[in-house]
């Protein structure tokens, strides 16, 4: 199974943008598909997450209400929209597939990172 992220790109603040990560291959249905992100110089933070079984969601507090993270079974892909983005969700943003939980040691499948700047 590969993960192939894109969609990055540079925005203003209060701008919105779209991440995709395509799924080639076959995922367990006990997997989720996740995404985390690591602004420069911290470590790799959670940030959402989907059962592939049935779809359930769950978020990082502080981007409840703000990002969405959905699927096209028909494309193999998952997107995170982003809205009323801020300077500090500056970072490189990764998709992953494991276990489920925020903790991003968890999660055995990665994709290559896409970069989102958000200028203030």
């Known amino acids: 199974v590969q993960l192939q992220a894109f969609g990055g790109g540079l925005v203003q603040a209060g701008g919105s943008l779209r991440l995709s990560c395509v799924v080639s291959g076959r995922i367990s249905s006990t997997y989720a598909l996740a995404w985390f992100r690591q602004a420069p110089g911290k470590e790799r933070d959670f940030v959402a997450a989907?059962?592939?079984?049935?779809?359930?969601?769950f978020y990082e507090d502080s981007v409840k209400g703000r990002f969405t993270i959905s699927r096209d079974n028909a494309k193999s892909t998952v997107y995170l929209q982003m809205n009323s983005l801020k300077p500090e969700d500056t970072a490189v943003y990764y998709c992953?597939?494991?276990?489920?939980?925020?903790?991003?040691?968890?999660?055995?499948?990665w994709g290559q990172g896409t970069l989102v700047t958000v200028s203030s």
């Open positions: 989907m059962w592939w079984n049935d779809g359930s969601t």
């Open positions: 992953a597939g494991g276990s489920g939980t925020m903790t991003d040691k968890e999660y055995d499948l």
